[in-house]
């Protein structure tokens, strides 16, 4: 008989663990990774996301391998890029980033990769990047600045949450919603089924509740 693999979500956001609720998955373990997020030079947007959720997997895994209880779990992570060009705008912590990042994106098109990663207790890694184009129409200093005081952009990449105040700013989105969100769930559903989670294990449950 084939255990059913645990899942670790290497993550402390809120946002990326309800999406997986949102499908009927449940982490079984919470384990946010802690590492330097820094691009490096002249490091692609999308590189950059993928490097980020690979090492963000790899930190876990070797925390789970070191476990005896969690040895034989899945790790998933995922890191979310906002870039204009190549540039790579930071994911904000003080209001003049956050100011700077909305100045850029007013008015304009941006890109928004999540590379999205797998490490299995088999040491097998598996991967995707996704990305999606959003429009923002030209925001004004007034709207600018009661975002800000919101407070609603910290710590996101690019200064917003699309699924929160900053939708309204949106014209326009091309590719997958829950991307922008921070984790691209058709993707990652198909990463985990490959790895052999039970994807749809809870769908029945989901539909009684």
């Not at 008989?1 to 499908?23: D, E, G, K, N």
């Not at 100011?99 to 941006?110: E, Y």
């Not at 299995?120 to 009661?146: A, L, N, Q």
Request: some cysteine; proline content about 5%; glycine content about 10%.
């Amino acid at each position: 008989m084939t255990m059913t693999p645990s899942l670790i979500l290497a993550s402390a956001s809120p946002r990326r663990l309800a999406l997986l609720q949102q499908i009927g998955i449940e982490p079984d373990h919470l384990l946010p990774a802690d590492i330097d997020e820094a691009p490096r030079k002249l490091e692609t947007p999308r590189a950059l996301a993928l490097r980020l959720a690979k090492e963000k997997a790899a930190a876990v895994r070797a925390v789970a391998d070191a476990s005896e209880d969690l040895k034989t779990a899945l790790v998933l992570a995922a890191d979310t890029v906002v870039a204009v060009g190549r540039r790579n705008l930071p994911k904000t912590e003080l209001t003049d980033q956050a100011l700077a990042c909305l100045s850029l994106l007013s008015g304009r098109g941006h890109r928004v990769f999540t590379g999205v990663c797998v490490h299995g207790p088999d040491g097998r890694v598996r991967t995707k990047v996704v990305e999606s184009r959003v429009r923002f129409k030209r925001i004004g200093r007034r709207e600018m600045d009661s975002y800000i005081a919101s407070g609603e952009w910290r710590g996101k990449a690019g200064g917003y949450a699309i699924q929160g105040l900053a939708g309204s700013f949106v014209t326009k989105l091309t590719g997958s919603y829950p991307n922008v969100v921070g984790l691209p769930l058709t993707e990652t559903m198909a990463l985990l089924a490959a790895a052999g989670y039970p994807v749809h294990g809870n769908w029945a449950a989901s539909a009684a509740g």
